[in-house]
Structures are given as structure tokens and as C-alpha cells.
């Protein structure tokens, strides 16, 4: 794929700074990239990448004021702009044919819709229902009475467990493991632990993306519920009766424990970890590496462990940052103190 600038404005609608006749073969970020790349900025933060880079053209902001080094294509939304001429400059898709692979293991009980795609080694059990055009990568395990929508992808090594239900168009990346045991037992006096039945399972809404090496378990009794567009980032836990609402973020290795509750549109970003049957409430935002101890109200930007509105945390840790110096004066203080009394008898 070659196109010129020029013809990548005019499919962008975009605003052409510079030269338009130059030929661009690629794409690549601001920092990496070389002549024949287009690249992006949506922060005023990377102007000074954006200054050196070698890139052939950038996509940036409306407003966007610095000088360039190169042709500048100015749009609403740079980020979403990019990732459509990604998709231009992007290797072809692989084919996955309608059809079960010899080596899959498909049950006679199982239904499969019209063009659906089974990989090797791959293992459908009785009762598994799955819609038109689903692909299921190699390896994968679809267990007993399982659902699973249309247009579904599994990529390889992915397993889902008996009786869970999955919405149309979900994508489920390499290594996840959905409806496995929630992690419940019983202890008695002695500090035995007996394993409680996990008998719900696990639904997921249409247009959810879950990352690889995700584990989402089943519930106790009822369901574990994932929303509708519910995007969930890699090696993050779910445990038993979670519900996530609709279009939440859950970035990657989050932790959330049972029976919380994630209201839709929150984000909660990398390595948060959330305490059971507590509630994130919608659109509330939790920052990296939070440790949520208590309800979250809706809209909220909280931060740290535990975690805390945002303008307070902020306060503390500068309180904390002037620690040294404060222990300085304290002890010249005691130092005089002990001076005086000294002097006083």
C-alpha cells in the first residue's frame, strides 16, 4: 500500500499543513518512525517528539500551533484518524474458512451455525450452541450447553467452561479461561476448608473484547455479568457474582473481588484492585495501582490505597514529599527547646 498525503487528506477530511506529494508506506508512533511514515499526536506533551521526528506526516489536533518538521494533517480526533489509516496500511486479515478442521472434536450434539469456523485440536462438547460465522481458534474448549453468539472470535487456547453464555460479536484473546470456580470453601474450627459448589455462570453482553490470559469465574449461584462493550485488558481476574455494566474499562491485571460491582462507563486502570461487595459506581475513575477498600460514588476520581478523591490524595502526597524537611525543623526546634530549658534550670 503507497498513498500520498494529499490522498490521505482528502480521505480524512483532514487540514493539509506542507508537502502533500510525499509517499507514504507505513505507519508508526511519533518516536519511531522513519521516512515514508505517518504518525500521530493527541497531546501537547509529545511536542517535543513531534519536533524531531522522521516521520514523512503527522496527524494532530485542529489546534494544534507547534512547527513541524514534516507535513501535518490536522483533524477533530487525531487518535481515531490514525488508527483508520492503520487499518489501510495493515497486513491482510487471515482467512479462517467455514468448517470444522479434521483433528477438532465436535460433538453430535452441538449446533453450529451456518459459517463457523472450528480450528484444529480444537474441542465442542455436547449441547454447545454457536452462532453464524463464530470462529473458534485451535485449541479451544467450548464445554457442555455453552452459547456463544454470533460473529464471535476465540482465539486460540481459549476455554469456556459449561453452561456460559456469550452475546453477539464478543472477541475473546489467547489463554482465557471464562466460567472456571469462583474461589469459595467453607472452614470449619479446625481451619479445614471444604470447596463451596459453584454451580451460576458466567454472561457476557454483545460487543465485548476481553484481553489474553483473562480468568472470569462462574458464580457461586446466579451469574457473573459482563456488559454490553465491556473492554477488559489482559491478565485481569474476575471473580465469583462480579457484574460489570455496560462500556466499563478494566485495564490490565486488575484484581476485582466477589460480588462487587462496576457501574458502566468506569474505568478502573492497571493493577487496581478491588475488595468484595463493594461498588464502583458509573463513570467513577480509579488510577493505577488503587486499592479500592470502600464504595466508589459515580463519577468519582479517586487514587492510592485506600483509595481516596483525587485533590485529597494529591494533598497528601505532598504533605508527604515535604516530610524530610519538616523533620528538620522539628528537631532544630527540639534542639532549641531543650536549649532554653536548659537555661531555665
Not at 99 to 120: I, K, N
Request: net charge neutral; with cysteine.
Amino acid at each position: 500500500m503507497q498513498l500520498t498525503v494529499s490522498e490521505i487528506a482528502r480521505r480524512l477530511d483532514a487540514e493539509l499543513v506542507g508537502d502533500g506529494a510525499a509517499v507514504i508506506t507505513g505507519v508508526a508512533s511519533v518516536r519511531g518512525a522513519e521516512p515514508g511514515d505517518i504518525a500521530f499526536v493527541s497531546e501537547a506533551r509529545y511536542m517535543a517528539d513531534a519536533a524531531k521526528t522522521r516521520a514523512s506526516a503527522l496527524i494532530v489536533g485542529r489546534e494544534w500551533s507547534a512547527p513541524s518538521v514534516c507535513a501535518l494533517l490536522k483533524v477533530e480526533h487525531p487518535a481515531a484518524a490514525f488508527a483508520l489509516v492503520a487499518k489501510w496500511f495493515a497486513p491482510p486479515e487471515p482467512e479462517f474458512p467455514p468448517g470444522v478442521h479434521p483433528t477438532a472434536v465436535v460433538s453430535p450434539e452441538a449446533a453450529l451455525g451456518a459459517d463457523v469456523h472450528v480450528g484444529p485440536l480444537s474441542v465442542i462438547e455436547a449441547g454447545a450452541v454457536i452462532g453464524d460465522r463464530s470462529i473458534v481458534g485451535a485449541q479451544c474448549y467450548i464445554g457442555h450447553g455453552v452459547r456463544i453468539g454470533k460473529d464471535c472470535r476465540l482465539f486460540p487456547q481459549v476455554s469456556i467452561r459449561e453452561h456460559c453464555v456469550l452475546g453477539d460479536r464478543v472477541w475473546i484473546h489467547n489463554g482465557t479461561v471464562i466460567g472456571s470456580d469462583g474461589f469459595g470453601y467453607d472452614v470449619d474450627k479446625q481451619g479445614v476448608r471444604t470447596k463451596q459448589p459453584q454451580i451460576g455462570i458466567v454472561s457476557i453482553a454483545d460487543d465485548v473484547e476481553i484481553g489474553a490470559n483473562v480468568t472470569v469465574d462462574r458464580a457461586r449461584f446466579g451469574r457473573t455479568r459482563i456488559g454490553k462493550g465491556v473492554k477488559i485488558d489482559n491478565l485481569v481476574q474476575i471473580a465469583h457474582n462480579v457484574i460489570i455494566g455496560d462500556h466499563a474499562v478494566i485495564v490490565a491485571q486488575v484484581g476485582i473481588s466477589g460480588s462487587s460491582i462496576i457501574g458502566p462507563h468506569a474505568i478502573l486502570a492497571g493493577q487496581v484492585g478491588v475488595a468484595g461487595h463493594l461498588e464502583v459506581g458509573a463513570g467513577a475513575v480509579v488510577g493505577a495501582q488503587s486499592g479500592v477498600t470502600k464504595d466508589v460514588p459515580p463519577k468519582a476520581y479517586v487514587i492510592g490505597f485506600p483509595a481516596t478523591p483525587q485533590k485529597e490524595m494529591a494533598r497528601q502526597y505532598a504533605t508527604l514529599a515535604r516530610l524530610p524537611d519538616l523533620r528538620e525543623r522539628l528537631l532544630a526546634l527540639q534542639k532549641r527547646l531543650d536549649q532554653l530549658e536548659a537555661r531555665l534550670g
